[in-house]
């Protein structure tokens, strides 16, 4: 029970990371300084970057072990009863289809943030 907790609080910390780093990338720059004057760059969007990438890895291992998870059950529950077989591949390919979806959504995030990585 503990290394389940454990394992939610890493994932957890490692989601919340692009959020930390965006909230970098958008504080407000100082106008009175004399680094104002070139361009700052404290490695911010470098940051958000590897935050992006890291949540991508992250959602498409999600996704590719849910769906491997999925189609395992339907295959077994097919060897268990072959007679309701189509109807467990329809239910299935409707789950695989969510899965996916959440993975496209994480990679729709990258593509519009993107724009904060310089």
Same mark, same amino acid.
């Given at each position: @029970? *503990?290394?389940?907790? *454990?394992?939610?609080?890493?994932?957890?910390? *490692?989601?919340?990371? +692009?959020? @930390?780093?965006?909230?970098?990338? @958008?504080? +407000?720059?100082?106008?009175?300084?004399?680094?104002?004057? $070139?361009?700052? %760059?404290?490695? &911010? &969007?470098?940051?958000?970057? #590897?935050?992006?990438? =890291?949540?991508? $890895? =992250?959602?498409?291992?999600?996704?590719?072990?849910?769906?491997? %998870?999925? /189609?395992?059950?339907?295959?077994?529950?097919?060897?268990?009863? +072959?007679?309701?077989?189509?109807?467990?591949?329809? @239910? !299935?390919?409707?789950?695989?289809? *969510?899965?996916?979806?959440?993975? /496209?959504?994480?990679?729709?995030?990258? #593509?519009? !943030? !993107?724009?904060?990585?310089?």
């Amino acid at each position: @029970m *503990l290394k389940k907790g *454990l394992a939610v609080l890493a994932l957890a910390a *490692l989601l919340a990371t +692009p959020a @930390m780093a965006l909230e970098q990338a @958008m504080a +407000p720059k100082e106008a009175h300084t004399e680094a104002a004057a $070139a361009p700052a %760059n404290n490695g &911010s &969007s470098s940051q958000l970057g #590897f935050a992006l990438a =890291i949540g991508l $890895a =992250i959602a498409a291992f999600g996704g590719a072990l849910g769906q491997s %998870n999925a /189609i395992a059950k339907a295959v077994d529950a097919v060897a268990r009863q +072959p007679e309701a077989g189509a109807r467990i591949q329809g @239910m !299935m390919i409707i789950g695989l289809a *969510l899965i996916e979806t959440l993975v /496209i959504y994480m990679l729709l995030i990258c #593509f519009m !943030m !993107m724009s904060k990585v310089v």
